[in-house]
């Protein structure tokens, strides 16, 4: 059996598809998967929570059509198998507490926990970074989503209280030790997922990829305001825009991990309001509903700062809040999210934990 967590990300969002760096942590939500070898000729996954069974022959994978949880099965599996690695069939069952579409890569544990799991069973021989690569490219191959490596490995390496500070580039990070004195992290969801996010989200990844060449850059990691600066008249407002937020979140990402050694929240916090300025703004991939709980959140004193998390368009924002205030701005925003949409948001607490490992 195999425990894959979720993750939470404090800053540093569409940074890590340009080589650059983001701050997140593995929590204590995630997919636990429980795998054995069979006899059979066909292997067996069962989603629990969906009570929905799927059947397949290891040698006829292809991505489905409307697939859903299947295709990130198949695509760790096939990824498995383009390394020229053998597994034989197998029967799983897997269930998971990581609300879908939150922004909080349920995909990315459910990934994570099939390749650890068929590394461990056939004795691939897999390293940690391997594995997240096949995740990674399950994704992109399976569900068409060119994400970048975040996800994967803030599931894989997550470290208990400790967020990672990850360098895209060299896919190493180094754990800190969170703790916010008077702070909490709340993350409250919008519970809507706007259609055409997965697009949107690969056309942002070419946009960044397009100002790059321009910029003769490996990525945007690379460069500075002055360079962007110096082609902006040769590219469109929208995609200055774009480049200049990952360039400005790439340095608010190093800037977090020093302020985070004083431990002084409120500039933390500040960072975070510029954050999903930016990627409201200049990046547009937020949405009314996030808009809203972050002007709601900027209202209140008790709240240090807070952003929108994840690839955008609906899921949750990640908020600093006052301890002692926590209960009070629950009910608050709560309030006042259902009297705005109709519908309500969900509040979650999450505790930063350990990476993917096997139940013993
Ligand atoms: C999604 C992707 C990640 C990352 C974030 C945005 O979660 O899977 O790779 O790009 O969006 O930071």
Same mark, same amino acid.
């Given at each position: 059996?195999?425990?894959?967590?979720?993750?939470?990300?404090?800053?540093?969002?569409?940074?890590?598809?340009?080589?650059?760096?983001?701050?997140?942590?593995?929590?204590?939500?995630?997919?636990?998967?429980?795998?054995?070898?069979?006899?059979?000729?066909?292997?067996?996954?069962?989603?629990?929570?969906?009570?929905?069974?799927?059947?397949?022959?290891?040698?006829?994978?292809?991505?489905?059509?409307?697939?859903?949880?299947?295709?990130?099965?198949?695509?760790?599996?096939?990824?498995?198998?383009?390394?020229?690695?053998?597994?034989?069939?197998?029967?799983?069952?897997?269930?998971?507490?990581?609300?879908?579409?939150?922004?909080?890569?349920?995909?990315?544990?459910?990934?994570?926990?099939?390749?650890?799991?068929?590394?461990?069973?056939?004795?691939?021989?897999?390293?940690?970074?391997?594995?997240?690569?096949?995740?990674?490219?399950?994704?992109?191959?399976?569900?068409?989503?060119?994400?970048?490596?975040?996800?994967?490995?803030?599931?894989?390496?997550?470290?208990?209280?400790?967020?990672?500070?990850?360098?895209?580039?060299?896919?190493?990070?180094?754990?800190?030790?969170?703790?916010?004195?008077?702070?909490?992290?709340?993350?409250?969801?919008?519970?809507?997922?706007?259609?055409?996010?997965? +697009?949107? $989200?690969?056309?942002? =990844?070419?946009?960044?990829?397009?100002?790059?060449? &321009?910029? !003769?850059? %490996? #990525?945007?990691?690379?460069?500075?305001?002055?360079?962007?600066?110096?082609?902006?008249?040769?590219?469109?407002?929208?995609?200055?825009?774009?480049?200049?937020?990952?360039?400005?979140?790439?340095?608010?990402?190093?800037?977090?991990?020093?302020?985070?050694?004083?431990?002084?929240?409120?500039?933390?916090?500040?960072?975070?309001?510029?954050?999903?300025?930016?990627?409201?703004?200049?990046?547009?991939?937020?949405?009314?509903?996030?808009?809203?709980?972050?002007?709601?959140?900027?209202?209140?004193?008790?709240?240090?700062?807070?952003?929108?998390?994840?690839?955008?368009?609906?899921?949750?924002?990640?908020?600093?809040?006052?301890? +002692?205030? $926590?209960?009070?701005? =629950?009910?608050?925003?709560?309030?006042?999210?259902? &009297?705005? !949409?109709? %519908? #309500?948001?969900?509040?979650?607490?999450?505790?930063?934990?350990?990476?993917?490992?096997?139940?013993?």
């Amino acid at each position: 059996m195999v425990f894959a967590p979720g993750r939470i990300n404090l800053i540093g969002e569409h940074t890590d598809y340009n080589d650059g760096f983001a701050f997140p942590a593995a929590i204590n939500k995630g997919i636990a998967l429980a795998i054995s070898k069979n006899n059979s000729d066909k292997s067996k996954v069962y989603a629990l929570n969906k009570e929905e069974l799927y059947e397949f022959s290891l040698d006829t994978i292809k991505p489905l059509e409307n697939g859903g949880w299947r295709n990130y099965v198949l695509g760790v599996v096939s990824e498995i198998k383009k390394r020229g690695l053998n597994i034989g069939n197998f029967n799983s069952v897997f269930a998971g507490n990581i609300p879908g579409g939150a922004g909080m890569s349920s995909s990315a544990a459910l990934e994570n926990s099939f390749v650890y799991g068929l590394n461990e069973l056939f004795a691939l021989g897999l390293s940690k970074n391997e594995m997240i690569l096949i995740s990674q490219k399950a994704e992109h191959n399976y569900a068409g989503v060119k994400c970048g490596i975040m996800d994967q490995y803030a599931s894989m390496f997550g470290v208990k209280r400790s967020a990672l500070l990850l360098d895209c580039r060299t896919i190493a990070s180094q754990p800190f030790r969170i703790d916010l004195k008077k702070y909490t992290l709340m993350l409250i969801n919008t519970n809507v997922k706007h259609d055409l996010s997965e +697009s949107a $989200y690969n056309e942002r =990844r070419s946009v960044c990829e397009k100002v790059s060449r &321009k910029l !003769y850059v %490996k #990525a945007l990691r690379d460069a500075s305001i002055e360079n962007l600066e110096a082609i902006k008249n040769e590219i469109s407002s929208g995609d200055y825009q774009k480049a200049l937020y990952i360039i400005q979140e790439n340095k608010r990402v190093q800037l977090f991990s020093e302020i985070i050694q004083e431990g002084d929240v409120n500039a933390l916090g500040k960072l975070l309001y510029q954050s999903h300025e930016g990627l409201s703004t200049k990046y547009k991939v937020s949405c009314e509903e996030l808009d809203f709980l972050i002007a709601q959140a900027k209202q209140n004193p008790n709240i240090a700062g807070a952003r929108m998390m994840g690839g955008g368009f609906g899921g949750c924002t990640i908020n600093l809040v006052l301890k +002692s205030e $926590y209960k009070k701005f =629950r009910k608050d925003i709560s309030t006042k999210f259902k &009297k705005e !949409y109709g %519908k #309500a948001c969900a509040i979650y607490k999450v505790k930063l934990s350990q990476g993917t490992h096997l139940i013993k």
